[in-house]
Nanobody
């Protein structure tokens, strides 16, 4: 019913910047929260940032001050601006969308996009 497609991943040097985008389609009326999660090899998937339809944001401590999440409800898109990237930011990044009554970690997921931070 809902499809999420990420774009913008790639290889970047430490200290560099990257912008990820996620486009939602389908029954998008059901999405209240949108966010970005990431998973590195050997580690659990973690929430990076999320945002409500009203624009209330939440960030993981590890990315505060470096990453910014934004949402355009009219275009059904959510972006993640990543600045001052570190090697430990290397992971597959996934876009997530869920309804107002769905639990964290549930809902709909994009296919993932690889972000690699290396010199």
């Amino acid at each position: 019913q809902v499809q999420l497609v990420e774009s913008g991943g790639g290889l970047v040097q430490p200290g560099g910047s990257l912008r990820l985008s996620c486009a939602a389609s389908g029954s998008i009326f059901s999405i209240y929260y949108m966010g970005w999660y990431r998973q590195a090899p050997g580690k659990q998937r973690e929430m990076v940032a999320d945002i409500t339809r009203g624009g209330v944001t939440k960030y993981a401590d590890s990315v505060k001050g470096r990453f910014t999440i934004s949402r355009d409800n009219a275009k059904n898109m959510v972006d993640l601006q990543m600045n001052s990237l570190k090697p430990e930011d290397t992971a597959v990044y996934y876009c997530n969308g869920r309804g107002a009554f769905q639990a964290v970690g549930s809902g709909f997921w994009g296919q993932g996009t690889q972000v690699t931070v290396s010199s």
